[in-house]
């Protein structure tokens, strides 16, 4: 079956972006029917996220989620198969400057906007960068996704495999693609607030850059209406790491939020954010 529908797949990556956001614009709307599982994960985190906003208006929200979500999705395929012209066509670079700017250790901070992936590749392809990533179940599966990481890039590591090699590769002058705010669960991390609900944090961004020395410049990407995506590079952060965890997460989730609220609908609501609880507190899901 995977290779069935990786083949599907394959057939579609040389459509318009147009195109291809339209499929998976259609995909995400019956993903929303028929995924009750997300649906779920979705709701609870936008109601934690944004008590304020009306039932109705979040509703909306995670409907448009779930379209953004599966739109990244489609629009993979370019990444796994498109050539490397196409890829800088679909992605287009903004704020460069503040990469150049930052000296030879980076690490750029990219949350999980659904063109996440998208930049990732379109930044490797005219410079060297390394990263991190999880193996999946799916033997098939697994190594699609990793060829397509590594068509123009050596430099990756499973998350199985730790850290060590990819702070070798930053000391090295490697920039390193880091996504460190999803919930990894309680080791590694600390609780700080995410839009006021206590969100398990990892430490992983002020420590690498710690202990590498490297300046860490923000990268958000932006998925636009009709198909293609735009990564931001933002100003390297100053006096950054401060020494205290919990002051760098606060830092990190602050910063994230304020992208949120630009573009609610592209940040990664399926997933479960606040699954780990501090000791004692009933969990959400």
């Keep these: 079956m995977t290779r069935l529908i990786l083949g599907l797949l ?39 996220c944004f008590p304020q906003m009306p039932a109705d208006q979040r509703e909306r929200l995670a409907r448009a989620s779930f379209r953004a979500f599966c739109r990244g999705v489609i629009d993979r395929t370019v990444l796994w198969w498109g050539s490397a012209e196409r890829i800088r066509e679909m992605v287009r670079l903004e704020g460069v400057e503040h990469l150049e700017a930052a000296g030879a250790r980076v690490v750029i901070f990219a949350p999980h906007f659904t063109g996440v992936e998208a930049a990732g590749v379109r930044v490797s392809i005219d410079r060297k960068l390394c990263s991190l990533y999880s193996h999946q179940k799916n033997a098939v599966l697994d190594g699609v996704l990793l060829r397509s990481r590594t068509r ?11 850290l060590r090699r990819a702070l070798k590769w930053i000391k090295e002058g490697i920039a390193f693609y880091y996504l460190p705010d999803l919930d990894f669960g309680p080791n590694g991390s600390v609780f700080a607030p995410f839009f006021g609900v206590a969100a398990a944090t990892a430490r992983g ?70 699954k780990t609880r501090p000791q004692g507190e009933a969990g959400f899901y």
């Design 10 to 48: 394959w057939l579609i990556h040389g459509l318009p972006l147009r195109a291809l956001a339209a499929i998976g614009n259609a995909i995400g709307s019956l993903a929303y029917r028929l995924v009750p599982e997300r649906r779920k994960v979705t709701r609870i985190n936008l109601e934690k």
């Design 152 to 162: 123009f890039r050596d430099n990756v590591v499973s998350r199985q495999q730790g």
């Design 205 to 274: 961004l002020p420590y690498i850059a710690r202990i590498t020395g490297a300046r860490v410049v923000p990268c958000i990407t932006r998925m636009l209406p009709e198909g293609g995506y735009v990564a931001r590079f933002y100003p390297a952060w100053q006096d950054y790491p401060t020494g205290d965890d919990e002051e760098d997460a606060r830092r990190m989730n602050a910063f994230l939020e304020a992208r949120v609220l630009e573009m609610p609908e592209q940040y990664h609501w399926l997933h479960k954010r606040f």
